[in-house]
């Protein structure tokens, strides 16, 4: 790792979701869906997805999947939306208020945003999962509506449509890509505008989401995939490798990373990944994933400096696999969600295991956590002074107000007090 070249440093770490190039044709997609309305939805879905599209709500189909699809399938969404559902229960915070000195009472309440618009992935690859993902924590939060927006097909993905119903969803569009980003912000004659917009896309999904920030709020700006293996020589090299390989049949843009001090393990890494890419129906999109410069099965100098290579990175996957994982994750503070040992594969986390998926990527992993409850959630900070703990506070308030020139600030305190 010593050895990168400014280059390589570049590729591993200006990650970025690729939004510039699209930018301009967004901004003129959004324009034309504030104006038009379903009109100009339904002529960006014949343009970019090939479909003709009559109802954009497909609220009545979704329940209609959930019957259709094989029984096994059905299980296995219910079941790993119990365990997202019981995840993101735990997350809930409890309003509370307190005497922090006599008379002087503080706390804080949470409420959820009434109108909340989930995106859900389609085109290349359904995902079933980014709907318990999106959708649950947002009804767990107490959201009153969400509705989901998800790419049209001639034949809608079943199993993402049984998944949505499952996860609580109060409305379903089959409408993708920017226009289901402008929609869902300004509304149109179907689909009502929404508070908030959650949920990964393509790069166009994301421009479009930049765009609209601000007229809505958004969870953040996801890029391409990605993970980091951090591997010591008690690694078993097949485990390592797969998690790799898994990663990179997202998307021929993921950035597929494993780092060790270990030279035997890391070559044993760099040979199970050749042997196990050949074997995957998506070989194609994972070794273009694997083969590109974000990519790589790097040699640290020593176990601190593997450790300090994933602190910076900040990984939206973050798997550790090596003898005493607790003392790594104790000097890890940025991650998007971390696997700790051998047998928690990061495909877990993207399905059953109850943690959610939607994460940050391209190093926001620094700055910020993934989606939950909270993401749906308003603070409130609530207060109650009475006459003798405002008497105790008036001196500290009045000087300060005065001292930033707000004069009626002080004026509002002593008025309380005179005779």
Same mark, same amino acid.
């Given at each position: 790792?010593?050895?990168?070249?400014?280059?390589?440093?570049?590729?591993?770490?200006? &990650?970025?979701?690729?939004?510039?190039?699209?930018? $301009? !044709?967004? *901004?003129?997609?959004?324009?034309?869906? @504030? =104006?038009? %309305?379903?009109?100009?939805?339904?002529?960006?879905?014949?343009?970019?997805?090939?479909?003709?599209?009559?109802?954009?709500?497909?609220?009545?189909?979704?329940?209609?999947?959930?019957?259709?699809?094989?029984?096994?399938?059905?299980?296995?969404?219910?079941?790993?939306?119990?365990?997202? &559902?019981?995840?993101?229960?735990?997350?809930?915070? $409890? !309003?509370? *208020?307190?005497?922090?000195?006599?008379? @002087? =009472?503080? %706390?804080?309440?949470?409420?959820?945003?009434?109108?909340?618009?989930?995106?859900?992935?389609?085109?290349?690859?359904?995902?079933?999962?980014?709907?318990?993902?999106?959708?649950?924590?947002?009804?767990?939060?107490?959201?009153?509506?969400?509705?989901?927006?998800?790419?049209?097909?001639?034949?809608?993905?079943?199993?993402?449509?049984?998944?949505?119903?499952?996860?609580?969803?109060?409305?379903?569009?089959?409408?993708? %890509?920017?226009?289901?980003?402008?929609?869902?912000?300004?509304?149109?004659?179907?689909?009502?505008?929404?508070?908030?917009?959650?949920?990964?896309?393509?790069?166009?999904?994301?421009?479009?989401?930049?765009?609209?920030?601000?007229?809505?709020?958004?969870?953040?700006?996801?890029?391409?995939?990605?993970?980091?293996?951090?591997?010591?020589?008690?690694?078993?090299?097949?485990?390592?490798?797969?998690?790799?390989?898994?990663?990179?049949?997202?998307?021929?843009?993921?950035?597929?990373?494993?780092?060790?001090?270990?030279?035997?393990?890391?070559?044993?890494?760099?040979?199970?990944?050749?042997?196990?890419?050949?074997?995957?129906?998506?070989?194609?999109?994972?070794?273009?994933?694997?083969?590109?410069?974000?990519?790589?099965?790097?040699?640290?100098?020593?176990?601190?400096?593997?450790?300090?290579?994933?602190?910076?990175?900040?990984?939206?996957?973050?798997?550790?696999?090596?003898?005493?994982?607790?003392?790594?994750?104790?000097?890890?503070?940025?991650?998007?969600?971390?696997?700790?040992?051998?047998?928690?594969?990061?495909?877990?986390?993207?399905?059953?295991?109850?943690?959610?998926?939607?994460?940050?990527?391209?190093?926001?992993?620094?700055?910020?956590?993934?989606?939950?409850?909270?993401?749906?959630?308003?603070?409130?900070?609530?207060?109650?002074?009475?006459?003798?703990?405002?008497?105790?506070?008036?001196?500290?308030?009045?000087?300060?107000?005065?001292?930033?020139?707000?004069?009626?600030?002080?004026?509002?305190?002593?008025?309380?007090?005179?005779?």
């Amino acid at each position: 790792m010593a050895d990168l070249r400014p280059d390589d440093r570049r590729a591993l770490f200006d &990650r970025d979701a690729g939004i510039e190039a699209v930018r $301009d !044709d967004v *901004r003129d997609i959004i324009g034309r869906v @504030r =104006e038009e %309305g379903d009109v100009a939805v339904r002529e960006f879905c014949e343009e970019f997805d090939g479909v003709s599209v009559g109802n954009l709500d497909v609220t009545d189909e979704a329940e209609r999947a959930y019957d259709e699809i094989d029984d096994d399938v059905r299980e296995s969404i219910e079941s790993a939306a119990e365990n997202v &559902r019981e995840f993101h229960e735990a997350q809930l915070p $409890d !309003d509370w *208020r307190r005497e922090f000195s006599e008379g @002087r =009472e503080l %706390g804080r309440r949470f409420r959820p945003l009434e109108r909340v618009g989930v995106y859900v992935p389609g085109g290349a690859a359904a995902y079933p999962s980014s709907a318990l993902m999106g959708v649950i924590p947002a009804k767990v939060a107490g959201v009153e509506q969400v509705a989901v927006a998800t790419p049209p097909a001639e034949e809608m993905n079943p199993v993402t449509l049984a998944a949505i119903h499952v996860a609580g969803a109060d409305r379903v569009f089959n409408v993708g %890509g920017a226009q289901a980003v402008a929609a869902l912000a300004y509304g149109t004659e179907q689909i009502d505008c929404v508070q908030k917009i959650v949920g990964p896309g393509n790069k166009w999904v994301t421009a479009a989401k930049a765009e609209v920030r601000g007229d809505v709020t958004i969870d953040f700006l996801a890029g391409p995939s990605e993970v980091l293996v951090l591997a010591d020589e008690t690694a078993n090299p097949a485990f390592v490798a797969s998690d790799l390989v898994a990663q990179a049949e997202h998307d021929s843009d993921a950035s597929v990373v494993a780092v060790t001090h270990h030279e035997e393990t890391a070559e044993e890494i760099a040979e199970e990944v050749e042997t196990q890419v050949e074997n995957r129906e998506r070989a194609d999109i994972a070794r273009e994933a694997l083969e590109s410069d974000a990519s790589g099965v790097l040699l640290a100098r020593s176990p601190s400096e593997a450790v300090l290579f994933a602190e910076e990175y900040a990984a939206e996957h973050l798997s550790i696999q090596a003898d005493d994982d607790e003392a790594i994750l104790d000097r890890i503070d940025s991650a998007g969600s971390v696997f700790l040992g051998p047998y928690t594969p990061v495909a877990a986390g993207d399905y059953a295991s109850g943690t959610n998926h939607v994460l940050p990527t391209t190093g926001l992993a620094k700055l910020t956590g993934g989606l939950s409850v909270d993401t749906f959630l308003r603070e409130t900070t609530v207060q109650r002074l009475d006459r003798e703990a405002l008497s105790d506070l008036g001196d500290t308030v009045t000087t300060l107000a005065e001292a930033e020139g707000l004069e009626a600030h002080a004026e509002s305190v002593r008025k309380r007090f005179e005779d």
